[in-house]
C-alpha cells in the first residue's frame, strides 16, 4: 500500500476539530512523544489528526497495531426547551496521519 504524505493530508478536508486548545496540547504532547519533537511541526489539528471515522471517510484506514491518541469531549445534555442540563464528557480516539494508510480497492483482504 501507498504512504500517507502530508501534502496529500494538508490538501483533504476539514476535521471536526472544534477548536479547543485542550485537545490540541492533550495531542501534541502525545505525538511529541511517541514521535519526537521534530514532529509537531507536521501537525495540523484541521487536518493531520482524525477519528477512526473521519480516515475512513477519506479513504484510509488505521494501520495494523496502530494505538489511538487519546483526547475528551463534552457532549451537553439539553431539556425539551434547549436549556443545558448538564455536561458529559466523553473520551475520544484521535488518530495521526503516521497511523494511517490509503485504502487499496483491489485487495481482497478475506
Not at 504532547?29 to 501537525?43: D, V
Not at 493531520?48 to 496502530?66: C, D, I, P
Request: net charge positive; proline share 3%; charged share 30%.
Amino acid at each position: 500500500m501507498k504512504g500517507t504524505s502530508i501534502k496529500e493530508i494538508m490538501n483533504s478536508p476539514v476535521s471536526n476539530w472544534t477548536g479547543s486548545e485542550t485537545t490540541k496540547n492533550m495531542i501534541e504532547e502525545q505525538i511529541r512523544e511517541r514521535w519526537g519533537e521534530s514532529e509537531l511541526k507536521n501537525y495540523n489539528p484541521m487536518h493531520s489528526a482524525r477519528t477512526f471515522q473521519g480516515w475512513m471517510n477519506l479513504g484510509y484506514r488505521v494501520k495494523k497495531g496502530e494505538r489511538a491518541l487519546k483526547s475528551i469531549t463534552y457532549v451537553e445534555g439539553k431539556d425539551e426547551k434547549g436549556n443545558i442540563t448538564r455536561r458529559m464528557r466523553r473520551p475520544c480516539n484521535i488518530y495521526y496521519f503516521r497511523q494511517v494508510q490509503k485504502v487499496d480497492n483491489n485487495r481482497n483482504d478475506e
